[in-house]
């Protein structure tokens, strides 16, 4: 599990949905990553929905902005396999594994939906 004791951040991350939650810290090999968490609008077959979504994603993509304090956060070796990189303690929906740059990794059948929020609103 990338977090045990509750403590979270409010940090930036440089795409889409640039504000996300950081739980801990790990690290591979020679480089360090952050465990994040945001709300994502996805679409699927049933239509869209905002869907919790956890992932890996390297700390160089990762700012904290001015206004948040920083807190004393979880340091974690990471397995050599990224396929083994822990989910957010009890986390109870998607965990997209290591989300290097682009769109993150969803289940089969559902895909992230990019833009303004006002925009993709029925009328």
């Known amino acids: 599990m990338c977090s045990n004791h509750g403590v979270v951040?409010?940090?930036?991350?440089?795409?889409?949905?640039?504000?996300?939650t950081l739980h801990a810290w790990g690290r591979a090999a020679e480089e360090w990553w952050g465990c994040v968490?945001?709300?994502?609008?996805?679409?699927t077959g049933a239509g869209d929905d905002d869907v919790p979504f956890a992932a890996w994603v390297p700390a160089a993509s990762l700012s904290r902005p001015s206004w948040t304090a920083t807190e004393e956060l979880p340091r974690l070796r990471l397995p050599a396999d990224p396929r083994q990189w822990p989910a957010p303690r009890g986390w109870p929906a998607w965990f997209a594994g290591v989300w290097r740059d682009g769109e993150p990794a969803c289940p089969p059948g559902v895909r992230t939906v990019v833009g303004a929020g006002w925009r993709r609103k029925p009328r």
């Open 9 to 20: 951040m409010a940090v930036r991350i440089n795409r889409p949905p640039f504000a996300v």
């Open 37 to 43: 968490t945001w709300q994502q609008r996805v679409t």
